[in-house]
């Protein structure tokens, strides 16, 4: 039988950058059929009062200050995600209830997508990218892989962020207690047993 | 899903706050977001302005007099789990907050939002309401105080004008001999809505139940002070509470057929109320379990 390879996608081509592209391609037509259509563009509102239109943020994210431009309703989930193209914090169910784009905030576990860009402030903001330290992984980092503690990967980063505070806190937890700690956290794959053994584990090696 | 247009003001001091407040044309306060951001992006409400609460230092402190405990608005649930006043005069409480969402939710949202979002099945109304908690609420010509238990309108309705901040919650310190404590029952153990939630205060005296205080939470439009339940306790010798017992078992009843749920995916009525009669007994019980171990202590 002839084993088909897959061909190598060229360098600096990445799904993600994909998908962008195909997007801006779809809008791109929308626009330009408006304008065949006669139509001008929308009107902004021009008011100068606090938080209409787009706003110029600097933000502390994983221990840089980094220029942004949002909405006042923009969440920082996507501030994060489309502005600085921190991909790593995911969204799962958009509003508040499965944990999964949690990043911490002056180190406390916060929901992104229930918080808006614009209320961070001074704020320090922490992602998945900014846990591991001069390129060595977090202990629960290396734990999550060495007991294979994700599946489809979607609340891995929420998880680690989680466990990752837990420990900060109470560096001998028990399995109770990793329980209570994650237990905003869901794993539709069914990852818990091993998020727990895995933080334990983690535990023990810090 | 993402967020309809809005303006958004991010006030320093609480008179700032009330002035944008009455200067709104359809603004809303924002506190943690938990609910309100969720309900916007669900396209259940919308509003033109966003007046953030985050930053009032006002609606941020706590502290005690003789009598009472007086809690700011703004204190996330967070906060009120780490705070010693809390953890001193009303465990019961503490214990009820901690089971509000998950810690990510609990870290952003606070104790006056939850009881201005005025869900039925809201987690830190009930031991409140029982603990003869009034709640402070403040616009441009000054303060009024109302009990908690008279805040509540219906669902999700409160009687807070528009042009008013909830700014305290003053909980009273409980007379000596007294025990409360906090039942809720979810469908699962974390991140739970309450399916049916029972706080009481028991008062004991020369063993007798002097003073009494029954609040049943998601089996109403509102959590509501259950009277017939009180009634079936109140002045009745607590050697006659025990598991089953005729005075708990009335008491139970009495509960149920004081509440009005409704059905929903979470359970039917009928089943809130056979649950509601068993944690009413659960909460006397241990209730007075909690008075008993404060006694011994002191």
């Known amino acids: 039988m002839k084993k088909k390879t897959p061909k190598p996608l060229k360098k600096g081509f990445s799904r993600r950058r994909f998908l962008r592209g195909a997007g801006l391609t779809a809008a791109g037509t929308v626009i330009a059929g408006s304008g065949m259509l006669g139509l001008k563009a929308q009107q902004l509102p021009e008011e100068k009062s606090p938080g209409a239109g787009v706003l110029n943020l600097s933000m502390h994210v994983n221990g840089r200050l980094r220029q942004m431009s949002v909405e006042a309703r923009t969440t920082l989930a996507d501030a994060l995600r489309n502005e600085l193209q921190l991909t790593g914090t995911k969204v799962g169910c958009n509003r508040g209830a499965c944990a999964a784009c949690t990043v911490w905030i002056d180190g406390i576990p916060t929901l992104s997508c229930m918080t808006l860009a614009v209320e961070v402030g001074e704020r320090k903001v922490t992602t998945i990218e900014g846990l591991a330290r001069h390129g060595k992984l977090h202990p629960v980092q290396q734990a999550f892989i060495d007991h294979d503690a994700t599946q489809c990967g979607f609340c891995t980063s929420g998880m680690l962020l989680t466990t990752a505070h837990l420990l900060a806190q109470n560096s001998g937890p028990s399995a109770e207690e990793v329980k209570a700690a994650t237990s905003g956290n869901f794993c539709r794959c069914g990852t818990h047993p091993k998020v727990i053994t895995a933080t334990l584990d983690a535990a023990a090696k810090m | 899903m993402y967020l309809k247009e809005f303006k958004f003001y991010r006030p320093g001091t609480l008179s700032e706050a009330l002035e944008m407040l009455s200067n709104a044309e359809n603004g809303a306060l924002k506190a943690g977001g938990t609910d309100l951001l969720v309900e916007m992006k669900k396209g259940l409400r919308s509003y033109s302005e966003l007046i953030s609460l985050t930053d009032l230092a006002e609606l941020k402190e706590q502290n005690e007099d003789a009598e009472f405990v007086r809690l700011g608005a703004g ?16 465990p019961a409480f503490a214990e009820a907050v901690l089971q509000i969402g998950s810690n990510q939710v609990r870290n952003t949202g606070t104790l006056g939002g939850n009881l201005c979002t005025a869900a039925a099945c809201c987690d830190s109304a009930p031991v409140l309401i029982a603990l003869d908690a009034e709640v402070e609420m403040m616009n441009k010509k000054g303060t009024e105080t109302i009990a908690l238990k008279d805040f509540f309108v219906h669902n999700r309705r409160t009687v807070l004008k528009k042009d008013q901040i909830l700014t305290t919650v003053v909980v009273k310190k409980c007379a000596p001999h007294t025990g409360v404590h906090f039942e809720k029952f979810g469908l699962r153990q974390g991140s739970a809505i309450a399916v049916v939630s029972v706080a009481a205060l028991l008062t004991i005296e020369d063993g007798l139940c002097k003073d009494a205080r029954i609040v049943i939470g998601a089996v109403a439009p509102t959590p509501m002070v259950s009277y017939n339940a ?34 929903d995916v979470r359970g039917g009525a009928q089943f809130r109320r056979n649950v509601l009669n068993t944690l009413t007994q659960r909460a006397i019980l241990t209730a007075l379990r909690n008075c008993n171990m404060q006694n011994t202590q002191t």
Request: glycine letters at 4%; aromatic letters at 8%; zero cysteines.
């Open chain 2, 75 to 90: 204190l996330t649930h967070s906060e009120i789990l780490d705070s010693e006043l809390v953890r001193k005069y009303f």
């Open chain 2, 230 to 263: 009180i009634n079936a306790i109140k002045g009745r010798p607590v050697s006659d509470f025990y598991e089953k017992s005729e005075i708990l078992l009335a008491a139970g009843k009495a509960a149920s057929e004081d509440s009005v749920p409704i059905d």
